[in-house]
């Protein structure tokens, strides 16, 4: 999922036809459904998402099989397109999600597959929550995920090489396995296919991110009028764990909802 800068959405934009099949064994459908009663046990409503950093728009396809009108943002024109032609009834916008223009109010707004963690300074992050707090329709709910600090010192520690067909993926992890809380972590992932007289083709994409401490993430919520309801960690089959455990669940998901009230639209 795109975030921001000129070089992530380079890095993006190149890596954008691989996209799906890099994320092939993620099963979306199962966690927009776990999502979603989550989302309705803390109150959610409507049936108006707005997804943020959607990249080619598997995150928001189990919302709009279940009827949502979608909305959907991403920095790279090229995850875009690929999102635009996947859900056509979706309405997709150009958006970095430090800076989000008024997209309107949505009941539900998500932001997943630690698309936040891209975010390298709590001024980013707040700006981030900011968006999503104007975002809201009142008794709207706010749904996403972060990397937990085990995600850093595991898949951003190692080595791993996977294949989709012709293509195959050489992930290079320059974590460490005692990454401090808070750390930034680097993962280099270079996507090889074969092209003409024998060649192959090779794209790179590297991911840098940062860990977000709990404590942190609910102050920053706080200052944008955000409260976080909830803190659970993602098991291996999407289902959600309380508490969520940073040195067991390898993802976290937070819920919010506003500390005021807002004028409807």
Known sequence: MTVAGSETSAAYDAFAPYYDAFTS??????????????????GLRGERLLDLACGTGLSFMPFLARGFSVTACDFST?????????????????????????????????????????LLSEDELEAAFEGMERSLAP??????????LLAYRTTFAVDSVSEDGDVVFAWRGRSSPDAPPG???VAELD???????????????????????????????????????????????????????????????YTARHTRGGDDE
């Open 78 to 118: 090229a995850m875009l397109a690929e999102a635009a032609r996947r859900a056509p009834a979706a309405r997709v916008v150009h958006a970095d999600i430090r800076a989000l223009p008024d997209l309107g109010r949505f009941d539900l707004v998500t932001c997943f597959d630690d698309a936040l963690n891209y």
């Open 25 to 42: 064994e993620s099963d979306y459908d199962a966690w927009g459904r776990e999502t979603l009663a989550h989302a309705r046990l803390h």
């Open 183 to 185: 750390c930034e972590a």
């Open 191 to 253: 996507v090889f296919e074969p092209a003409h007289a024998g060649l192959w083709s090779r794209a790179r994409v590297t991911h840098r991110q940062r860990h977000f401490e709990r404590d942190r993430v609910e102050a920053l919520l706080a200052r944008t009028g955000l409260e976080c309801v909830s803190v659970h960690g993602v098991l291996a089959d999407c289902s959600l764990a309380e508490p969520a455990d940073e040195a067991v669940h390898p993802k976290v998901v």
């Open 139 to 148: 008794g709207g709910v706010a749904i996403f995920d972060l990397n937990s």
